[in-house]
């Protein structure tokens, strides 16, 4: 997505499982939107400077779950836009610990 304009019902899938944000976003320098999930049936809107604009509903399908390894996320939108998004994800949970490996040797 690049470009400035609007993110018309946006749509995260990982996996099976999929939420849409019934809301329109408008992603421009001078007036970008972020969503805030934290699951059940709302989501924040909040402006650039975390203001809270709007809750909006959200439309769930599948239980919206990061499952252990490796997980495909797709960011879309109702309105197949071409505009520049960010995508930042967290989980809750148990921590994955990554062993420290051996240093490669050429």
């Given at each position: 997505?690049?470009?400035?304009?609007?993110?018309?019902?946006?749509?995260?899938?990982?996996?099976?499982?999929?939420?849409?944000?019934?809301?329109?976003?408008?992603?421009?320098?001078?007036?970008?939107?972020?969503?805030?999930y934290r699951g059940g049936e709302k989501a924040n809107i909040y402006d650039k400077?975390?203001?809270?604009?709007?809750?909006?509903?959200?439309?769930?399908?599948?239980?919206?779950?990061?499952?252990?390894?490796?997980?495909?996320?797709?960011?879309?939108?109702?309105?197949?836009?071409?505009?520049?998004?960010?995508?930042?994800?967290?989980?809750?949970?148990?921590?994955?610990?990554?062993?420290?490996?051996a240093p490669l040797v050429w």
């Open positions: 997505m690049m470009g400035e304009g609007e993110l018309v019902e946006p749509s995260i899938q990982i996996g099976k499982s999929k939420i849409t944000v019934k809301s329109t976003l408008q992603l421009q320098a001078k007036a970008t939107q972020y969503i805030e400077n975390w203001n809270l604009q709007e809750v909006a509903e959200v439309k769930i399908k599948g239980n919206f779950e990061a499952v252990k390894g490796q997980n495909i996320v797709t960011l879309s939108s109702g309105n197949h836009a071409n505009v520049k998004a960010e995508l930042l994800l967290f989980t809750e949970g148990e921590p994955i610990k990554v062993a420290k490996s």
